[in-house]
């Protein structure tokens, strides 16, 4: 009788990576017998050592599975399909034979071992960002067989990314990261479950998301995200594995963890956007997010084993170029809105809001989009166009007739520009740029507006053809 048999995923790397075999054979036993012929160290993984199928091994005839029929010895119809299946990994905890060699160096640590390994299998960690901190991290977890990783992004490859996100690579660019990751971390561990949420994380969506992991691993770049995964981990009672990179700076905590402080205990109110720049705006040494990442899959690993001393209570700096860790310890702040002795939030608020202090709230700077850009430039509208972009950016991109005037420059030459003008000011995502509006509006320049998004915006909405970076 002919039969085709189906060889899971994790078990081709015995096969050739086959996925499908054809025999001709009678009963199972026959035709497993004939595979391991061919593919010797196919047996040990299937039958275990009284020559019956391993208690994590089912093999399905057609529908059935022959455990319910006559085991090994169950017959073959002619043109069969015959599926040999693996227990789902997430949620049971032994440890199949593979997992024995692929963790072995885990399970030779006393301190982890068995026990912890499994710890990790029944394990679902949230990844919140998966940049350049959320790379290493979700690596490393996959790799440490964490049985459920969940990615939260919503943007996609980009090549200024790959200076640091080590997940991706030149056939990624224009792909959804997430999808990417689920990708990369399955091939890197077939026995682990990744779940994708191509979304932002939102005041809608947080509690839902996180509400069926363990802990969290914040990647995110932006202060409305941190609070917003502060909140929702405290309100739910899931660790908040943190970390940020600045330049060549980097920070790591644990937060709301066992009645230590959260992230709120330690910055009670955003800082004023003067001070806030992204990677984008001022740069991140790439090498710098695969250490705070790592730090970050470290603490989540300790909690979910149990073992060494975590982060909580202790916050972690890092200064690249000095090689320098330094550390200090947080509390608790019993006056916390959200963890302290006396709370007044209670559900998830309005972050981008939040992070939006009232100083500046009058003071937005007047903005223009792209598409009206474009219109005005097409009437012939009389604009002085500002790049405040560094020399290396105009080389990537740039718009015609423009005035190249670094941003820490324009103090110095102001009188390159007159006053009576109207002022388009750009840079590449609109922060730098809107920082220099409010200079030039300070010094008496009256009709200046920002564009919004920037020079990545134009490219977006306008130009196909220009490099987004
Ligand atoms: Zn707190």
Redesign the pocket.
Known sequence: MSAVIRIPFPLRRFTDNRSFIDTDANTVHEALESIFDKFPKLRQQLIDENGQLRNLVNIFIDQDDVKNRGGLKTSLPDKCKMRITLADTVGNSDLLLPELTRYSRHLLLPEVGETGQKKLKAAKVLIVGAGGLGCPAALYLAAAGVGLLGIVDSDVVEESNLQRQILYNIDDIGNSKAECAREKLSRLNPFIEVKVYNEVLTSQNALRIIKSYDLVIDGTDNFPTRYLV?DAC?LLGKPNCYGSVYRFEGQASL??YKNG??????VPTPPSPERVSSCAEAGVFGVLPSIIGSIQATEAIKIITGIGNTLSGRFLTFDALCMDFHEFMIQ??DR?????DDPSIFELIDYQQFCRPESTKETVVPEINPIELKQRLEKGDSITMLDVREEFEIKISNLKNAIHIPMNSVEDRLEELNPQDEFIVYCSIGLRSARICNLLKERGFNNVLNLKGGINAWANDVDPDMIIY
């Open positions: 502060n405290v937060f709301g402080p959260c992230y709120r205990c330690l608790r702040d916390c809105k959200i963890c302290g």
